[in-house]
């Protein structure tokens, strides 16, 4: 299972290199940022689809667009002086807080549903 957990963290790792290159693009005409866009997503996709083939979809998703979502955004505070208040830090720690309640470990077994 850690494995997941490191190929997940590579495909983050790249989502957000591409997210993070949109801004020097200039809408597609700056080729060198946009190569790296284009290289980035592809990367975290096909991370994405090898993670999907053999563990739960919306977890690995839910991790995947979570995860980089909160990084991205604090990127964007840090590096690009974005706008930033309190509502936009407890929606940044509420994802937080889902990205940790979708790791733990269920009290129900898979099969019926009984407590363990």
């Not at 790296?36 to 996709?45: E, G, K, N, T």
């Not at 974005?82 to 940044?92: G, P, Q, R, V, Y």
Request: charge should be positive.
């Amino acid at each position: 299972m850690k494995n997941v957990y490191l190929w997940l963290g590579i495909a983050i790792i790249f989502e957000v290199i591409g997210a993070t290159f949109m801004k020097f693009t200039d809408g597609f005409s700056n080729w060198g940022p946009t190569l790296i866009v284009i290289l980035s997503y592809a990367i975290a996709l096909l991370f994405y689809i090898f993670l999907t083939k053999d563990h739960d979809l919306g977890i690995i998703n839910a991790l995947w667009s979570g995860g980089g979502t909160v990084i991205i955004a604090v990127a964007g505070i840090l590096l690009f002086q974005e706008s930033t208040s309190l509502i936009k830090l407890l929606a940044i720690k509420l994802i937080v807080i889902g990205i940790i309640g979708l790791n733990t470990k269920s009290r129900y077994r898979k099969e019926g549903g009984n407590v363990s």
